[in-house]
């Protein structure tokens, strides 16, 4: 399994972006995924992820009512909907293949959980 993200660019304080994640390869084992994101030389952070069966998701408290995670299966694509976008949502965003679907493996470290990691897509947030 391949996870390409796309869509991380410099955007301004307060405006808006769409991430990207296609998955490629034997995608039939994947059931949840989820978008972490990381400061250089800080943790990584769950975001938000999503059940590809019932479009359950969990977010972080932190992007509630600002992010939206959603999925296209004819895609075979997880979207990540950034509104109201802070100098603190800079990070490289990463999209991963969870195998467990909770809000521990969501909201964690991606320590645990995660079968498959995208490469990840910078996003700047800055005026």
């Known amino acids: 399994v391949q996870l390409v993200e796309f869509g991380g660019t410099w955007v301004q304080p307060g405006g808006w972006l769409r991430l990207s994640c296609e998955a490629k390869?034997?995608?039939?084992?994947?059931?949840?995924m989820a978008w972490y994101r990381q400061v250089p030389g800080k943790e990584r952070e769950g975001i938000s992820c999503?059940?590809?069966?019932?479009?359950?998701?969990y977010s972080a408290d932190r992007v509630k009512g600002r992010f939206t995670i959603s999925s296209d299966s004819a895609r075979s694509t997880v979207y990540l909907q950034m509104n109201g976008l802070k100098p603190e949502d800079t990070a490289v965003y990463y999209c991963?293949?969870?195998?467990?679907?909770?809000?521990?493996?969501?909201?964690?470290?991606?320590?645990?959980?995660?079968?498959?990691w995208g490469k990840g897509t910078l996003v700047t947030v800055s005026s």
């Open positions: 991963a293949a969870i195998n467990y679907y909770s809000e521990d493996v969501c909201l964690g470290d991606g320590s645990n959980g995660v079968d498959y």
């Open positions: 390869g034997s995608i039939f084992s994947i059931n949840d």
């Open positions: 999503i059940n590809l069966s019932d479009s359950t998701t």
